[in-house]
C-alpha cells in the first residue's frame, strides 16, 4: 500500500508539473503571438506604370517566391497542414471578397512588407518580412503596385492556428513564426546596389530572397530550422556543393533543378522560382556566393 501510495504521488506531481508546463507554454505563447509594435511606416511612393508593375511581378514569381505561399492568384492557400504543429493559411492579397486588398492602404502594405506587422498593430504569422525588409524603396513600391494590379478574387482562406506542439516548439526557440521579432524596427532602409552581375547585387537577392532561412546564416547549409521532414540544405559555401561548380553550371541548375552531377535538386528548395531569375541576376548570386566565407557543413 506504502508503494502504491508513492507511485500515485510520484504520477500526481507528474501530472501537475505537465499541466503547469502546458499552461506556461499556452501563456507565453499567447502573450508573444498578441504582442503589438509601434513601427514609424515609411512613405513608399506606389507607382502606376507598366515598367514598374512588371518589375514587382517578376519580384514576386521570383526572388519573393510570392505564390509558393499565396498562390499563382494571390488569393489565398492553406500551404502547411502539420497535425499536432499549426495550420497555416496565406492571406488573399487581392481587393476581392475576403481579400486584404479590399481594406489595405499603402502603409498597410508597407507595414506589413517591410516590418511584418498587420493593421492591428500584431505580428504576421509566418510571413517572411525579414526578407523583404531588405527591399529598396523602389523594389518595394514595385512589388506594392504588383499585388495591387491583380484582378481580385473572391475567396475567405481558413484561419490559421498554432497548435500545441507548435506552441511548444514556438517558445523553445525552435520555431521563427512572428517576423516582427526577428526585425530591426528602428533600422533605417538599406540603399542597395545597382542591379547587375555583381556580387554586391547578389547580396541583395540572397538577402531578399531568405536563403539564409534555410542554408543558415553562414549559408553552409544543415537542418533546416522548424522543418524537421525537410531535406538538409547543403552548403553553398566555397568549400561546400557548389565547389566546383561555374557560374554556368550554378545558372543550369536553378533553370533545371538537376546539378551537374545529374542529381535532381530536394523540390524543398525554390529552385523553381530561383530559375526565373535572369540570367545576370542568377550570377550575381553566384558570384556573391564565392566572395562568403568557406565553412564545413553546419558551422554557423
Given at each position: 500500500?506504502?508503494?502504491?501510495?508513492?507511485i500515485?504521488?510520484i504520477?500526481?506531481?507528474?501530472?501537475?508539473?505537465?499541466v503547469i508546463?502546458v499552461?506556461?507554454?499556452y501563456v507565453?505563447?499567447?502573450?508573444?503571438l498578441?504582442?503589438?509594435?509601434q513601427?514609424?511606416v515609411?512613405?513608399?511612393?506606389?507607382?502606376?506604370?507598366?515598367?514598374?508593375?512588371?518589375?514587382?511581378?517578376?519580384?514576386?514569381?521570383?526572388?519573393?517566391?510570392?505564390?509558393?505561399c499565396?498562390?499563382?492568384?494571390?488569393?489565398g492557400?492553406?500551404?502547411?497542414?502539420?497535425?499536432g504543429?499549426?495550420?497555416?493559411?496565406?492571406?488573399?492579397?487581392?481587393s476581392g471578397?475576403?481579400?486584404v486588398g479590399?481594406?489595405?492602404?499603402?502603409a498597410?502594405w508597407v507595414?506589413?512588407?517591410?516590418?511584418?506587422v498587420?493593421?492591428?498593430?500584431?505580428?504576421?504569422l509566418?510571413m517572411?518580412?525579414?526578407?523583404?525588409?531588405?527591399?529598396s524603396?523602389?523594389?518595394?513600391g514595385?512589388?506594392i503596385a504588383?499585388?495591387?494590379?491583380?484582378?481580385?478574387?473572391d475567396?475567405?482562406?481558413?484561419?490559421?492556428?498554432v497548435?500545441p506542439l507548435?506552441?511548444?516548439?514556438?517558445?523553445a526557440?525552435?520555431?521563427d513564426?512572428l517576423?516582427?521579432e526577428?526585425?530591426?524596427?528602428?533600422a533605417?532602409?538599406?540603399v542597395?546596389?545597382?542591379?547587375?552581375?555583381?556580387?554586391?547585387y547578389?547580396?541583395?537577392?540572397?538577402?531578399?530572397?531568405?536563403c539564409?532561412?534555410c542554408?543558415?546564416?553562414?549559408l553552409?547549409?544543415?537542418?533546416?530550422p522548424?522543418?524537421?521532414d525537410?531535406p538538409?540544405a547543403v552548403?553553398?559555401?566555397?568549400?561546400?556543393?557548389?565547389?566546383?561548380?561555374?557560374?554556368?553550371?550554378?545558372?543550369?541548375a536553378?533553370?533545371?533543378?538537376i546539378?551537374?552531377?545529374?542529381?535532381?535538386?530536394?523540390?524543398?528548395?525554390?529552385?523553381k522560382y530561383i530559375?526565373?531569375?535572369?540570367d545576370?541576376?542568377?550570377?550575381a548570386i553566384?558570384?556573391?556566393?564565392?566572395?562568403?566565407?568557406a565553412r564545413?557543413?553546419?558551422?554557423?
Amino acid at each position: 500500500m506504502r508503494v502504491l501510495r508513492s507511485i500515485g504521488i510520484i504520477v500526481g506531481i507528474l501530472a501537475g508539473l505537465i499541466v503547469i508546463a502546458v499552461a506556461a507554454i499556452y501563456v507565453v505563447s499567447i502573450i508573444r503571438l498578441n504582442k503589438t509594435y509601434q513601427v514609424n511606416v515609411e512613405q513608399i511612393a506606389i507607382p502606376g506604370d507598366a515598367a514598374s508593375i512588371e518589375r514587382g511581378r517578376h519580384l514576386a514569381t521570383t526572388i519573393g517566391q510570392c505564390n509558393d505561399c499565396h498562390g499563382n492568384n494571390l488569393a489565398g492557400k492553406v500551404f502547411l497542414d502539420a497535425p499536432g504543429i499549426a495550420l497555416l493559411s496565406s492571406a488573399n492579397l487581392t481587393s476581392g471578397e475576403g481579400g486584404v486588398g479590399r481594406t489595405f492602404s499603402d502603409a498597410d502594405w508597407v507595414r506589413a512588407l517591410r516590418h511584418g506587422v498587420g493593421p492591428n498593430g500584431k505580428s504576421l504569422l509566418a510571413m517572411p518580412s525579414q526578407n523583404y525588409s531588405a527591399l529598396s524603396e523602389q523594389d518595394l513600391g514595385a512589388l506594392i503596385a504588383y499585388v495591387k494590379s491583380v484582378p481580385p478574387i473572391d475567396h475567405v482562406p481558413p484561419p490559421s492556428e498554432v497548435r500545441p506542439l507548435g506552441r511548444a516548439l514556438f517558445v523553445a526557440g525552435q520555431i521563427d513564426a512572428l517576423p516582427a521579432e526577428r526585425i530591426d524596427q528602428d533600422a533605417p532602409p538599406q540603399v542597395p546596389p545597382p542591379m547587375g552581375a555583381t556580387p554586391e547585387y547578389g547580396h541583395y537577392l540572397v538577402r531578399v530572397g531568405g536563403c539564409a532561412d534555410c542554408h543558415g546564416a553562414s549559408l553552409s547549409g544543415g537542418p533546416v530550422p522548424g522543418a524537421p521532414d525537410a531535406p538538409p540544405a547543403v552548403n553553398i559555401t566555397p568549400s561546400g556543393a557548389i565547389s566546383g561548380w561555374s557560374d554556368a553550371d550554378f545558372v543550369k541548375a536553378m533553370r533545371t533543378g538537376i546539378n551537374p552531377a545529374g542529381h535532381q535538386i530536394a523540390p524543398f528548395m525554390p529552385w523553381k522560382y530561383i530559375g526565373k531569375l535572369t540570367d545576370d541576376e542568377l550570377r550575381a548570386i553566384f558570384l556573391y556566393l564565392r566572395t562568403v566565407p568557406a565553412r564545413p557543413t553546419g558551422a554557423q
